[in-house]
């Protein structure tokens, strides 16, 4: 084999490697930006997924449903801020295998991600809401594969009263 040939089969199977590293999930050092470490940017066109909770407007310690619908995705990273600081906590069933929760600022169970590859579509997640009032917003970084992604994308917010 030539050494031009080696060369572009090693650089291809590295980029497969490195868009798929993550695979299991989020780490928690794309916290504060929520950009997933893949070879290319983020899309500029409209979030193609409909991401929404069912009420919007909730005592502090209350849980809110929140929906991610709109088409097949492979990856998911979902915090509720305040501010710039993921807030609240989400709260899985024991049974839950396409998502799991990492801390991120501080807080415990306070960001949900995908734990697997596998695609998924029309999910529901339980968010409880921090005991203090104000507007909380849903961002969302969204991943149709390991090629197409929205990032850091505000869905809806969420009044604790």
Known sequence: MNNKLLLLLLTLLSITCKCYAFSGGAP??????????????PQRSKLP???GANNTEIK??????????GGRFKG???EVRKGNRATGKF???????????????G???NVLSHQNNANKKNKTVIWKS???????????TIAKDGFVFWSKIP???????
């Open 107 to 109: 807080g415990k169970n």
């Open 130 to 140: 921090p005991k203090n009032p104000g507007k909380y917003t849903i961002y969302v």
């Open 49 to 51: 997924y409909i991401v």
């Open 155 to 161: 869905a809806e917010e969420i009044t604790v009263v």
């Open 28 to 41: 928690e050092l794309v916290c504060d930006d929520m950009m997933p470490i893949h070879l290319v940017p």
């Open 76 to 78: 998911l990273m979902m």
């Open 60 to 69: 502090g310690g209350e849980a809110v449903q929140i929906e991610i619908g």
């Open 91 to 105: 709260l899985l069933d024991e049974d839950e295998n396409d998502f799991k929760t990492i801390n991120c600022h």
